[in-house]
């Protein structure tokens, strides 16, 4: 016995071979359907293994023996002759790891991006590597954002110097919503109007962003923010523009809001004086000596 069901699948026996426990198993459906037409098959034409990695057991890696059959397709208008059959519930087609592990490897690469994800997933005795990470959460589609209250607009940079793109945040949930590909106004204007409902948004001095938020959200409030910068991580499940960076794990910094900002009292304001410092009194020391040396 197994501690974890194989839909679809009777399980033949176990074997440990180092630290991977080897299921074997075969399918039990009476029939298969065609992919392409639909349409029922029962004769079988050949059968053979397919190995997928599944989630782990404990310390243990866990790996399925498969054995499936290929059936013949007797419909005549049907192109295929031949097909696998399929396990949707348990293994999709020519997939190498079962459904319920993607979907791990999901979970895990959108809370940590791909490089911490296979990380997080070593330790949990989950072999993959940072780009299966990123590969399978570019192959999921993102769920729709609510449009936020509070928008932060900030830029960051795919090629220091050269390359800058923008990024969104909703400031209200302090969570990042979408990446745009470049910094021009007109980008940033048309996401505005295609996403309504922006009452307030923070950016910094650039014209760029001053003229897309004026165009693209002519009602809403813009902050001009002067705050410290705040470190914020960007989780690859946000949309990203297509090219833009080659993981999804874009550290960034974005600048805290404050609708309220005032300026500090004068008297708490912190000022640096020229000949002032432990360097300058060491300095001026030095001086005086070197003064007192060429008058002996």
Same mark, same amino acid.
């Given at each position: 016995?197994?501690?974890?069901?194989?839909?679809? =699948?009777?399980?033949?026996? !176990?074997?440990?071979?180092?630290?991977? +426990? %080897?299921?074997?198993?075969?399918t !039990?459906?009476?029939?298969?359907?065609?992919?392409?037409?639909?349409?029922?098959?029962?004769r079988?034409?050949?059968?053979?293994?397919?190995?997928? $990695?599944?989630?782990?057991?404990?310390?243990?890696?866990?790996?399925?023996? @498969?054995?499936?059959?290929?059936?013949?397709?007797?419909?005549?208008?049907?192109?295929?002759?031949?097909?696998?059959?399929? +396990?949707?519930? @348990?293994? #999709?087609?020519?997939?190498?790891? !079962?459904?319920?592990?993607?979907?791990t490897?999901?979970?895990?690469?959108?809370? &940590?991006?791909?490089?911490?994800?296979?990380?997080?997933?070593?330790?949990? $005795?989950?072999?993959?590597s940072?780009?299966t990470?990123?590969?399978?959460?570019?192959?999921?589609?993102?769920?729709?954002? *609510?449009? #936020?209250? %509070? @928008?932060?607009?900030?830029?960051?940079?795919?090629?220091?110097?050269?390359?800058?793109?923008?990024?969104l &945040?909703?400031?209200? /949930?302090?969570?990042?919503?979408?990446?745009? *590909?470049?910094?021009?106004?007109?980008?940033?204007?048309?996401?505005?109007?295609?996403?309504?409902? %922006?009452?307030?948004?923070? /950016?910094?001095?650039?014209?760029?962003?001053?003229?897309?938020?004026?165009?693209?959200?002519?009602?809403?409030?813009?902050?001009?923010?002067?705050?410290?910068?705040?470190?914020?991580?960007?989780?690859?499940?946000?949309?990203?523009?297509?090219?833009? =960076?080659?993981?999804?794990?874009?550290?960034?910094?974005?600048?805290? @809001? !404050?609708?309220?900002?005032?300026? *500090?009292?004068?008297?708490?304001?912190? &000022?640096?004086?020229?000949?002032?410092?432990?360097?300058?009194?060491?300095?001026?020391?030095?001086?005086?000596?070197?003064?007192?040396?060429?008058?002996?």
């Amino acid at each position: 016995m197994i501690p974890f069901p194989l839909p679809g =699948c009777v399980v033949t026996g !176990t074997v440990q071979i180092d630290k991977t +426990l %080897v299921v074997d198993a075969h399918t !039990t459906a009476v029939i298969g359907f065609c992919p392409t037409c639909q349409h029922h098959a029962t004769r079988v034409h050949s059968r053979y293994l397919r190995t997928p $990695r599944d989630l782990p057991v404990l310390t243990q890696h866990v790996q399925l023996r @498969l054995l499936v059959r290929r059936f013949f397709c007797d419909q005549p208008a049907c192109p295929r002759r031949t097909f696998a059959e399929g +396990l949707p519930e @348990l293994l #999709p087609r020519k997939a190498q790891r !079962t459904t319920r592990l993607t979907a791990t490897l999901h979970d895990i690469g959108a809370e &940590v991006g791909g490089t911490g994800g296979a990380a997080l997933a070593g330790r949990l $005795r989950i072999r993959t590597s940072p780009d299966t990470i990123v590969r399978i959460l570019r192959c999921h589609a993102c769920a729709p954002l *609510p449009t #936020p209250r %509070v @928008l932060g607009v900030d830029d960051f940079a795919l090629q220091k110097g050269r390359v800058y793109g923008t990024i969104l &945040v909703d400031i209200e /949930r302090a969570a990042p919503i979408d990446l745009l *590909p470049d910094r021009r106004p007109e980008t940033l204007a048309a996401w505005l109007q295609d996403h309504p409902g %922006v009452d307030i948004i923070t /950016r910094d001095r650039s014209t760029e962003f001053t003229r897309g938020a004026t165009d693209g959200a002519p009602a809403a409030i813009q902050v001009a923010d002067r705050g410290t910068c705040s470190p914020i991580c960007v989780r690859p499940s946000s949309a990203c523009c297509s090219g833009a =960076c080659r993981t999804l794990h874009v550290g960034l910094r974005l600048r805290s @809001l !404050t609708t309220n900002h005032q300026a *500090p009292p004068e008297s708490s304001r912190s &000022v640096v004086r020229h000949g002032s410092g432990p360097r300058a009194k060491r300095g001026a020391s030095s001086g005086r000596v070197a003064s007192k040396r060429s008058r002996s």
